[in-house]
């Protein structure tokens, strides 16, 4: 495929559990960011990767969120003892260095809803 | 405060009609200003950049960049009811791909044929 792609496109879970989401960027793309948007709102920074280390974190909002990303192309995302709060779309952006502007392509996101 | 503003709407307009939309930010080291759309279930595309103030055109899209007022604006000229997407303001410091996006509410536009 020529986009990123994200799994599941949905994701129902119930309180208190253990979820994953994964993230393909678009191949040979070094540089890969996580977004939450909620509903209504606009897309919030989580995480981005240059490689495979974390270059910022800082919009993690808690220590139960948690991203890898240990080979420099597929990512996951964890979250632990999932809240009624973490329901939202979550996005997953890739991008490549480039002397002009690295535009960031979007996945379609996944869909996590906690009951 | 939010470092990006952007009135959620919804809006509605004519086809063919002219429309504005804009953002406020407070942050003064962004850089790079970016317009994006997104449908409704679907991750959001790059519609237009620009990078400082100034005015950019592509067919019947016109970013402009204020930085003296930190305001920026998209107009859609000749607006087609395929326009009708929500169109999500977004910046940042530098580019090269390195940099998060901070992005505005996003405005939800609705082309009435």
């Known amino acids: 495929g020529a986009g990123v792609s994200q799994t599941p496109s949905n994701k129902v879970t119930e309180k208190g559990k253990y979820v994953e989401l994964r993230c393909d960027p678009i191949s040979g793309h070094t540089a890969l960011y996580w977004y939450r948007q909620s509903l209504g709102q606009g897309p919030e920074f989580l995480i981005y990767?240059?490689?495979?280390?974390?270059?910022?974190d800082s919009g993690l909002p808690n220590d139960r969120f948690f991203a890898v990303r240990p080979e420099g192309s597929v990512s996951t995302l964890k979250i632990q003892r999932t809240e009624r709060g973490d329901s939202a779309v979550y996005l997953c952006a890739s991008s490549a260095l480039a002397e002009d502007l690295g535009e960031q392509f979007f996945g379609p996101g996944t869909r996590l809803t906690v009951l | 405060q939010k470092e990006v503003e952007q009135d959620p709407g919804p809006l509605s307009v004519p086809e063919g009609a002219i429309v504005s939309l804009n953002c406020t930010y407070s942050?003064?080291?962004?850089?790079?200003f970016m317009w994006y759309r997104q449908y409704s279930r679907k991750g959001p595309e790059l519609l237009m950049y620009t990078y400082s103030s100034g005015n950019k055109e592509d067919g019947r899209f016109t970013a402009q960049v204020d930085k003296s007022s930190k305001y920026i604006s998209l107009f859609i000229r000749d607006s087609q009811p395929s326009d009708s997407a929500t169109y999500l303001c977004?910046?940042?410091?530098?580019?090269?791909?390195?940099?998060?996006?901070?992005f505005g509410t996003g405005t939800r536009l609705t082309i009435i044929p």
């Open positions: 942050n003064s080291a962004f850089q790079y």
């Open positions: 977004a910046m940042s410091a530098s580019n090269f791909g390195n940099e998060k996006l901070t």
């Open positions: 990767f240059q490689g495979t280390g974390a270059a910022d």
